[in-house]
């Protein structure tokens, strides 16, 4: 695999963790709707529950966030050691 090659690999798992952080920014969304639904209709355990899974949910976004972030300077830093941030021109 030449570099261009491992470049393009690094682009496609980018979009997967930016599509994976907003699957989990979703699912942080959706447990914090349900808690206060559940605090709302007096369901204690529904809002422990949903509570939990926010928490869980949260700290995996953290993760990913952590993760997009330097995998995205490692791309960036790939990308201009081997000079692949330079247009190839017409025809390329």
Known sequence: MDNREKLEKMDRALRLLEDLQKSQVAMVEKSSKLQMDAMEFNFSDMEKNMGDLFS?????LDL????????????NQFEMKHGLDKDEGPGS
């Open 64 to 75: 990913i966030n952590a993760e997009l972030e330097r995998f995205e300077i490692k791309r």
């Open 56 to 60: 869980r949910y949260n700290e995996s």
